[in-house]
């Protein structure tokens, strides 16, 4: 049997979480991590070697460097400085992101990875689409999870609000991994039943949607709050991402992805519903938006673009 081996760049709170969650989880047989900081790494192995001796399944940790990476099928990016969100702004953040990623795509692209990437970096749909370009892999192989984390804060409201369970809504937040996302209404639905013709029916429906909006969109800044980092949400996401493609489930998740055409727009990387499998992202699923909802996903794109033009000053 193929051992289902899967590196992780960058040991801060989130990729520390994400290899934990592939390795408790036993996605992976085999784990190399890899950060610039060498007490960092050194640690993070030890702890993950520490924790792999009581689970049901063995998985191997090794600390890496990038000419390591060459034989995954998987890799998750997630080099960030979680400080920088104290300033609210996406650009100060860009401005290491785009820096840090430009000096090691090369490194990734030289030690011959074919596999599939999944950058969690954020901002997300800017770092996904630097990442793919230096890669220069077949469109698809390289993927963010941009609003999947997003659609799972939207998917839990919902199953407050109504008390049906997430895995039998079916819901996205579209667009920018940011402030400009939001949640086309009129493809949410409860396993196949539409929302709007639910509400006609039972008051638990009538909720205030743009409240709801507001909350998923925000989410991210109450965790951030208490914390000064965010953990669980997203690596989970990011773990089931890699659970997807190492296992060809063809599922269908959102993600930040390539758009050549799909929903009008080209150019960029956004999020939009994909399917999901042994090849990354094999296909975009365009939803039967209102005219409204495409207004606000073109909205959504040309804020995407606005943050693209500064990546001439990096």
């Given at each position: ?268 990387f956004a999020g939009v ?16 938006l209102t005219d409204e ?22």
């Open positions: 049997m193929k051992t289902r081996k899967v590196g992780v760049i960058g040991l801060g709170h989130v990729g520390a979480h994400v290899a934990y969650s592939l390795a408790v989880q036993g996605i992976a047989d085999e784990l190399v991590l890899v950060d610039m900081k060498e007490q960092k790494l050194a640690s993070e192995v030890q702890d993950l070697r520490d924790a792999a001796a009581y689970l049901p399944h063995r998985v191997s940790v090794n600390p890496g460097d990038f000419a390591d990476l060459g034989d995954c099928d998987v890799i998750v990016n997630s080099v960030g400085k979680i400080e920088l969100l104290e300033t609210h702004d996406r650009l100060t953040e860009m401005d290491f992101t785009i820096a840090a990623v430009r000096g090691y795509v090369d490194k990734i692209k030289a030690s011959g990875f074919d596999g599939v990437l999944i950058n969690i970096t954020n901002p997300c749909d800017i770092v996904t689409r630097e990442l793919a370009m230096g890669l220069g892999l077949p469109k698809g192989r390289v993927f963010g999870t941009g609003t999947g984390l997003d659609t799972s804060r939207l998917l839990s409201a919902l199953n407050r609000q109504t008390g049906i369970d997430h895995k039998s809504i079916t819901a996205y937040m579209l667009g920018e991994h940011g402030a400009l996302q939001f949640a086309p209404w009129s493809c949410v639905s409860f396993r196949g039943m539409p929302l709007d013709e639910l509400a006609k029916t039972d008051e638990k429906f009538r909720f205030d949607r743009d409240a709801l909006q507001k909350e998923s969109i925000g989410g991210g800044w109450v965790t951030y709050a208490g914390k000064q980092c965010t953990e669980y949400g997203i690596c989970t996401t990011a773990a089931r991402m890699v659970h997807i493609v190492l296992h060809d489930e063809k599922a269908i998740m959102p993600a930040s992805m390539e758009l050549d055409g799909e929903y009008g727009e080209t150019g960029l519903p994909c399917l999901i499998g042994k090849n990354g992202v094999e296909q975009i699923i365009e939803l039967p909802e495409k207004a606000k996903f073109h909205d959504c794109c040309e804020g995407i673009r606005k943050n693209m033009e500064h990546l001439k000053d990096i």
